[in-house]
């Protein structure tokens, strides 16, 4: 498989624990899970914030437009009881897209905007946190082995 990071490595962020990116009152907001990640759900028990549509799974929002596992504290649930979390969170600000066999990552700065993400700019660049993002796509199955595409 051929990666290619559509993002400024240079780009900082640091996840300063603001819960606005798990979709706080966004009214158009749905976070996709992974098939293995409904299966993980089932057996902590949660399989009721579960919603499938059209094929696809997504965790169901709290009224807010929030996340079903976002706590008060703006602290995941999932987290912090089964230290555990879906690949989307674990990437965010950073999404991917797989088009025959490329796996392209990019920043996804508009959502991030949207929400209103208090750690772009801040901490480590990008760059320095891609070996985190490529094992947790490869512990989620979506890379074995990759090779770089320079834009």
């Known amino acids: 498989m051929y990666f290619i990071p559509m993002f400024d490595p240079l780009q900082r962020f640091q996840c ?20 293995s990640e409904v299966q993980v759900l089932r057996e902590i028990g949660s ?8 094929g696809k799974y997504f965790l169901k929002r709290k009224e807010d ?17 089964y230290e555990w979390y879906p690949l ?3 990437l965010f600000p950073l999404g991917i897209r797989v088009i025959n066999s490329t796996l392209i990552i990019f920043l996804n700065e508009a959502f991030a905007k949207k929400v209103g993400c208090k750690g772009l700019g801040k901490g480590e660049t990008l ?14 199955g979506i890379i074995e082995e990759y090779y770089v595409q320079l834009k």
């Open 16 to 35: 300063l624990r603001c819960g606005n990116c798990c979709g706080r009152h966004l009214k158009e907001w749905w976070l996709e899970i992974l098939p």
């Open 47 to 54: 399989a009721s914030a579960i919603r499938k549509v059209n």
């Open 65 to 81: 437009g929030s996340c079903v596992f976002l706590r008060e504290d703006n602290l995941c649930n999932l987290r912090t009881e």
């Open 88 to 90: 989307s969170c674990k």
């Open 127 to 140: 760059g320095a946190q891609i070996d985190e993002v490529l094992d947790a796509l490869r512990k989620a």
